[in-house]
C-alpha cells in the first residue's frame, strides 16, 4: 500500500505579473512504511510539498492521496494520523518543556490520564527528562529540535512530514534525531517523508526526490540516482594544508563539474568518465584515483547541467600571503550569565588572511565568543584584541574594521535588496560615490541584480546568504566573522558560498566561521573545538582528526573527531561534577 500518491500536482501562488509556479506537473508514490526525502535547491518546491500534503495549503485540481484520504475533500480526518514539523517549529519559549508538551496533547486532544506515559515515553526517547521544568528558550538548538518532534509525535502519527528538521543542529544532534526517526519507522511502522540539505541523510532513505523549480528532476533509490555518475568520481589523494587553492585551480579545468575538499584530498567530478588531466604546476600532485560515485555527486552534476555555475569573481584586491601577525587575539576569556560560565578560559590567536574555524556541539559556547569578538557582548574577563584594538575599550573602532554574518537572517526583511544595501552602506558611513559603487560591486558580483526589488525576507534562502554577505563587506572589513552562514542551505549554495570565502581569503581578508557542516571544517586553516564552554582541541584539521586515529579507525573524518572528542569530554566532565 502506498501511504502518499501524488499525480500531476501543481501550486502557483500570486495572480497576473506576480503568479509563481511552485510545484509543476509534480508525481510520486511513497510506500508505507518507508522513508523518502525531498531534496533541492532553496526555492524547488519542498516546502510547498510538505504543506500540500500535510493538508495546509489548497492543491489546483489533480490528485493527492494521503493515507488513502483524497486531499483537500478529508484534510481533517488526517489530522490524527500525520505529524508534521515545518522548519521553524512553533515552541513557545517562555514555557517549559513540559507546559510545551502539555499545550501540544492539548490541542491533538489526548486525554488527561493517557499523557503521563506519553510523555515518559517520548522524554525517555529524546533524553530530556531530566529537563522537564526547564524553558524551551534555554534549551540548546539540538534540545529544541528534539523537544519539537516530542510535540510532533504526542499522537502517534502514521505518516511523519518533517521539515529540515537537522536543519542548525550539531553532528551529535543530528546523529540523535535521525536515531529517533529511525526507530518510528522500524518499530511503529511510520513512513517518513523529510526535506533535508544534508545529502548523507538523504542516503539513508529508500527513495529520493531532486527538485528544481518546481519541477522533479529525478526520483528513485540513492544507488539509481548516482547510478549515472559511476566512472565519473576522483580522488586527489595526499594534498598539502592550502588545498583550497588546489581546488579552485581544478575547479577551472576542462570537463570538470565539482571539486570539494574530502579529508586530506580533492574529490573531482567529471563530465565524462575520465579523470582530469593535470599538468604543468598541477602534474606533481599526481594521478586522481577513481571512487564509487554518491549522491550529493548526482545532485551538483543534474543542477549544474540544468543551471550553469558561473565562476566566483577573484578579489580586487592585491592577494596575500598568511604571515605570522595575529590579527585576532584572546587570551583567558570568561563569560558570565548570572553565576553560569558559558566561555571559560579560552585562548587562541588567528593570523591574517587565514580561515579560522569554530567548531562544537550546540550550547558549547561558539556563537557567545564569536558575538564577544564582534564587540555585541561584553566579556565577563580576559582580554580580546581585534586588528589591534581592546575590544574592552574601543568596540567601536574594532566594529569599523570587521564584518559579521550573524546565525539567523538579521536583514530587514521588509526592505528590498537595495534598500539593506544602501542602509548598511550609510550605517558603515560610506561616502556617496563609494556607496554607488560598492553597492554596484555587490548586486554584480553576489548576482543580487535580478532581486533588486524583492523585498529580502522574500527572497530564497540562498539568496539571503549572499545578501548578509554583501552588507557585511560594504565596508571591505580586513575581518570578516560567519556565524554558520550555511546553515540549511543546500550543497550548490554551499560550494558557492565557500569559493567567495576562499577568494576573500586569498585577497588577504581574515575569515572566522562556525559551522555544523563538518566538511566545511576542512577548509579552515586552524580550528579550535570546544565543548561546554570550554576548548578541548585545536590545530589543523589533519592535526584534530589526528587525536582519534586507531588501528580499527585509520581514517577518521572530521565528524568522527568531532562526535568523539566532545562525546570523550562530555562523559569525563559528567563524572567530575
Not at 514539523?85 to 508538551?101: I, S
Not at 518499530?187 to 541523510?201: F, I
Not at 554607488?436 to 535580478?450: H, Q, S, V, Y
Amino acid at each position: 500500500m502506498d501511504a502518499v500518491v501524488v499525480r500531476n500536482l501543481s501550486k502557483s501562488f500570486g495572480k497576473g505579473a506576480n503568479r509563481r509556479d511552485a510545484l509543476k506537473n509534480v508525481s510520486l508514490q511513497i510506500p508505507a512504511g518507508s522513508m523518502a526525502a525531498l531534496i533541492g535547491p532553496d526555492g524547488a518546491g519542498k516546502t510547498t510539498l510538505l504543506r500540500l500534503l500535510a493538508g495546509i495549503l489548497t492543491p489546483h485540481a489533480r490528485e493527492i492521496r494521503v493515507l488513502e484520504h483524497p486531499l483537500p475533500k478529508e484534510a481533517s480526518a488526517l489530522q490524527n494520523q500525520i505529524g508534521y514539523m515545518p522548519q521553524r517549529f512553533g515552541l513557545y519559549e517562555d514555557l517549559t518543556v513540559q507546559e510545551n508538551l502539555d499545550l501540544f496533547a492539548s490541542l491533538h486532544g489526548i486525554a488527561p490520564r493517557m499523557r503521563e506515559v506519553r510523555f515518559a515515553e517520548l522524554l525517555t526517547m529524546m533524553a530530556l527528562g531530566p529537563f522537564r521544568q526547564r524553558l524551551a528558550g534555554q534549551l540548546s538548538g539540538g534540545m529544541k529540535q528534539k523537544l519539537g518532534l516530542a510535540c510532533t509525535l504526542i499522537h502517534p502519527p502514521q505518516l511523519l512530514l518533517l521539515d529540515e528538521a537537522s536543519v542548525g543542529v550539531d553532528p551529535i544532534s543530528r546523529r540523535e534525531l535521525w536515531s529517533i526517526i529511525h526507530q518510528q519507522v522500524i518499530s511503529q511502522k511510520v513512513t517518513v517523508l523529510l526535506s533535508t540539505a544534508y545529502m548523507d541523510e538523504a542516503e539513508r532513505c529508500d527513495h529520493v526526490i531532486l527538485l528544481q523549480e518546481g519541477e522533479i528532476l529525478a526520483q528513485g533509490n540513492p544507488a539509481q540516482l548516482a547510478a549515472p555518475l559511476q566512472g565519473h568520481a576522483f580522488v586527489l589523494e595526499n594534498i598539502p594544508t592550502a588545498s583550497r587553492n588546489l581546488q579552485s585551480q581544478i575547479a577551472r579545468l576542462p570537463g570538470v563539474v565539482d571539486t570539494v575538499i574530502q579529508g586530506d584530498g580533492l574529490r573531482i567530478v567529471m563530465q565524462q568518465p575520465d579523470p582530469p588531466i593535470l599538468q604543468g604546476d598541477l602534474a606533481g600532485y599526481g594521478t586522481p584515483r577513481a571512487v564509487p560515485a554518491r549522491l550529493e555527486d548526482a545532485f551538483v552534476s543534474l543542477l549544474c547541467n540544468r543551471t550553469p555555475r558561473h565562476p566566483i569573481p577573484l578579489p580586487s584586491r592585491q592577494a596575500t600571503t598568511q604571515d605570522d601577525a595575529a590579527v585576532v587575539e584572546v587570551k583567558d576569556l570568561y563569560r558570565y550569565f548570572g553565576a553560569f560560565a558559558a566561555v571559560k578560559n579560552v585562548s587562541f590567536s588567528v593570523r591574517k588572511g587565514e580561515i579560522f574555524g569554530l567548531l562544537g556541539a550546540n550550547g558549547a559556547g561558539k556563537s557567545t565568543t564569536f558575538r564577544m569578538l564582534c564587540g555585541l557582548l561584553p566579556s565577563s574577563s580576559g582580554t580580546l584584541r581585534v586588528a589591534g584594538v581592546d575590544l574592552r575599550t574601543a568596540t567601536a573602532a574594532a566594529r569599523a574594521r570587521i564584518g559579521y554574518v550573524s546565525q539567523k537572517f538579521s536583514l530587514y526583511g521588509s526592505l528590498s535588496v537595495q534598500q539593506n544595501l544602501s542602509f548598511f552602506a550609510a550605517a558603515y558611513g560610506l561616502g556617496n560615490q563609494r556607496k554607488k559603487d560598492r553597492m554596484a560591486w555587490a548586486l554584480e558580483e553576489l548576482e543580487l541584480k535580478d532581486y533588486t526589488t524583492m523585498n529580502a525576507g522574500e527572497l530564497p534562502l540562498g539568496y539571503k546568504q549572499r545578501l548578509a554577505l554583501a552588507c557585511a563587506l560594504m565596508h571591505e572589513p580586513s575581518i570578516l566573522f560567519l556565524d554558520e552562514p550555511t546553515s540549511g542551505v543546500d550543497p550548490l549554495a554551499r560550494r558557492e558560498f565557500w569559493a567567495r570565502v576562499n577568494a576573500l581569503a586569498e585577497g588577504g581578508t581574515t575569515c572566522l566561521v562556525t559551522t555544523h557542516f563538518m566538511e566545511e571544517a576542512e577548509y579552515c586553516d586552524h580550528l579550535v573545538l570546544m565543548s561546554l564552554g570550554e576548548i578541548l582541541a585545536q590545530g589543523t584539521p589533519s592535526e584534530i582528526k589526528e587525536k582519534v586515529r586507531s588501528k580499527d579507525h585509520p581514517k577518521p573524518s572530521m565528524e568522527d573527531a568531532f562526535i568523539s572528542l566532545i562525546e570523550e569530554h562530555e562523559q569525563v566532565s559528567r563524572r567530575a561534577s
